[in-house]
């Protein structure tokens, strides 16, 4: 069953896994009948699109200190929800191509550190 609730989201679901994510999400376009519009294709278009509209963010801001000191809280919430849209594509994306995105990702920062060692300052 869904829950749309703010106050969920917000004290309920501390720790959120991407298993949580996937599984909402499949419900959300379930109960709407959109899976039949979301192919690997059309997800990645709005993932895609999406970032586009994080970027906007940022555009013409010249560079942006860590932690935003200077934006706004209604600067900082649209941030989340791009943010949140892109993952949430993202997500939806490695859902439909049968893929188990957080063991991927975990695989993938493996081979980064052996790509990537570490090497002592001289
Ligand atoms: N077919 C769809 C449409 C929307 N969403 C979900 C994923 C995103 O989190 C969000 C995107 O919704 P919108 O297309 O309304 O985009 P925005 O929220 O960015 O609104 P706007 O473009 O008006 O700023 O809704 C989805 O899963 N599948």
Redesign the pocket.
Known sequence: MENNSYEYSRKVMKDVSLQELRDR?AE??KVRG?DQ??SPRNLLL?LVG?VG?LSEIFQWKGEVARGLPNWTSDDKEHLE??L??VL??LV?LADVCGLDLGQAALTKILKNAQKYPITKPT
Do not use: K, R, T
Request: charged share 30%.
């Open positions: 999400l959300f376009a959109w519009y979301h709005a999406e509209e929800e791009e949140s849209d949430l594509y939806q």
